[in-house]
């Protein structure tokens, strides 16, 4: 019945947007009476907050089996990581709109806890450290959590973007590039304290 009522609203969601779903509409949709969706959700949010919940969840399944191929760099890991992430988004971009806007619009993203948001990127920048990938004096969660954030303000524009953007792999895949090498030339000294640079 959860699940039923969960792709009634995703269904709905995907068709006229999130604003002008009633929970009596999803409540019809997936064919049950009204009260029974208050027994699943306690309110319409919550379908967006299940729904971000199983895209962590499919994303952590997915690195989990990728964390197991321990000869693979953090390079690669954090590739392979940006790349499922455009995949969830691209196989349904009108339905990852809206979910997405719906999802900041409530909050959501204000009410995560701070490490848990960045959990996927924080394991591979650790076990980058300790293969030597990754530089020891960076903070694996601040990193995560930077990753984190710059994926989900790319995804947010993404879906906002008119028609003729660029493919997300292509916008994540650049992202990744910026923050593993940074913006600064390296041109010059590369032993010059920072600001001479």
């Known amino acids: 019945m959860h699940d039923r009522l969960y792709t009634a ?15 009596d509409q999803i409540a019809e949709r997936a064919d049950v009476a009204r009260g029974t ?73 204000l009410l995560e806890e701070p490490d848990y948001a960045g959990h996927v990127f924080t394991r591979v920048i650790t076990m980058g450290q300790t293969r030597g990938d990754i530089a020891r004096d960076i903070d694996p969660v601040v990193a995560g959590n930077m990753l984190r954030d710059a994926y989900l303000g790319l995804l947010y524009r993404w879906t906002q973007a008119a028609d003729g953007r660029a493919p997300l792999h292509v916008e994540l895949r650049a992202l990744l590039r910026i923050a593993l090498t940074g913006v600064l030339s390296w041109t010059r000294t590369p032993n010059a304290p920072l600001r001479d640079r």
């Open 9 to 23: 609203a995703l269904e709905l969601f995907a068709e006229q947007g999130y604003e002008r779903t009633t929970i």
């Open 37 to 109: 969706f208050f027994n699943h959700f306690q309110r319409k949010e919550d379908v967006v907050t299940t729904w971000a919940e199983q895209r962590q969840d499919d994303l952590r399944a997915f690195m989990d089996k990728s964390l197991s191929h321990r000869d693979d760099d953090a390079t690669v890991q954090l590739e392979r990581c940006m790349a499922a992430l455009a995949d969830f988004n691209e196989a349904e971009p009108d339905l990852t709109r809206v979910m997405l806007t719906a999802w900041v619009r409530s909050g959501q993203p």
